[in-house]
């Protein structure tokens, strides 16, 4: 038996079954993404003076995240009126760029959360904090960092800080009393920046592989039902804009402000 | 088999896309693709200007995060020209999402504060 509007729209209201189950299930997107939305507000407005970190994250890496999700948006909607207009090759060029923007989209991302796991704080059993990126000769006896000194754990909180720039410090495992990576365990701060850019990315992934299988395996339905194949194509599209929409708000909140 | 069909194949007649209104349309999506990068760099910049207070600089840039916003869910997503049916969905979305914010800033408001650090 043959389910009624799968390609074809409703007369009443105009829309064929996945465009309407895509828009229900953004709206419950929406929702998710507005909880931790709202989780954030509360985290920063609550936080102590002085201790809610700005530009700890590379702001040229997330305006070219920001750049390569907008252009692979432009590259979706395209790669859908191409259908539109019967060019299955266009479709499938657009479509192919949108891949490699994800692939890039993922690629930055892991740099930064790399960078973000090699970040150490070390708490000396003198009193001071050492603060760097972990080095590759670091061993069981000695932690090697490139970083600073500070006085205080506040003093830790403002700016991005380039530490291959900084000297190289070298401590003793027996002097260390406490060490942490950026990690979401950190703080507050990383937790919730994790969580936000996690789940996005989680997102990004998703929406990728199902783009990549309505490109690759699934492209002969273009051949067999090219209505059906270009209604996949704008539902997946859906998708993409919103996981470029959510990063549009997180750039500025997470990198800027 | 040939890579290309009839537009109007995909194109159903019952469709909202006319052929001619994609056609024009490509031209637009390319237009609001440009203004969202630029929407971007103007973000970036206003986040290195100190309009007075980190409140204005908020607030600038989520004005900036709102306006890209609108372009992409009102263009790409096709949004300012969809159907009763789509618009009757989202304004559930839209409540709750409002009441969500409000009762978080409403939380804030009175009391029962906790310094997290």
Partial sequence: ?257 | MSDTHQPSAAAGAADEHSLEDVRKHVRTYIIIGIALMAGTLLTVWASLIDFGSREYNIAIALLIASVKGFLVVGFFMHLISEKKMIYSVLVFTVFFFIALMFLTLWSMAHGSIIHIR
């Fill in chain 1, 1 to 257: 038996m043959e389910i009624p509007y799968a390609v074809k729209p409703r007369p009443d209201t105009g829309l064929y079954n996945a465009k309407l189950g895509i828009w229900l299930f953004l709206a419950s997107e929406v929702m998710l993404f507005g909880a931790l939305f709202s989780s954030y507000i509360l985290l920063r407005v609550n936080a102590e003076e002085g201790t809610w970190p700005h530009h700890w994250l590379n702001i040229w890496l997330g305006m070219t995240n920001t750049i390569v999700l907008i252009l692979s948006s432009v590259t979706v909607v395209l790669s859908w009126a191409s259908l539109k207009m019967g060019n299955f090759k266009r479709y499938k060029f657009y479509q192919g760029i949108t891949l490699l923007c994800a692939l890039a989209f993922l690629g930055i991302k892991s740099f930064e959360y790399h960078d973000k796991f090699m970040h150490y704080e070390v708490h000396l059993k003198d009193g001071r904090i050492a603060d760097g990126h972990k080095q590759a000769d670091s061993t069981d006896k000695i932690l090697v960092l490139r970083g600073r000194y500070v006085a205080d754990h506040k003093d830790l909180m403002e700016g991005e800080v380039h530490h291959e720039e900084e000297p190289r410090i070298e401590i003793p495992m027996d002097q260390i009393a406490t060490m942490e990576n950026y990690g979401p365990w950190h703080n507050t701060y990383t937790a919730i920046y994790f969580t936000l850019t996690g789940l996005h990315a989680l997102h990004v992934i998703g929406g990728a592989i199902v783009i990549f299988f309505i490109w690759g395996p699934l492209a002969k339905v273009w051949h067999e039902d090219p209505e059906r194949y270009t209604n996949r194509v704008e539902v997946s599209g859906l998708f993409w804009h919103f996981v470029d929409l959510v990063w549009i708000f997180l750039f500025p909140v997470l990198y800027l402000l």
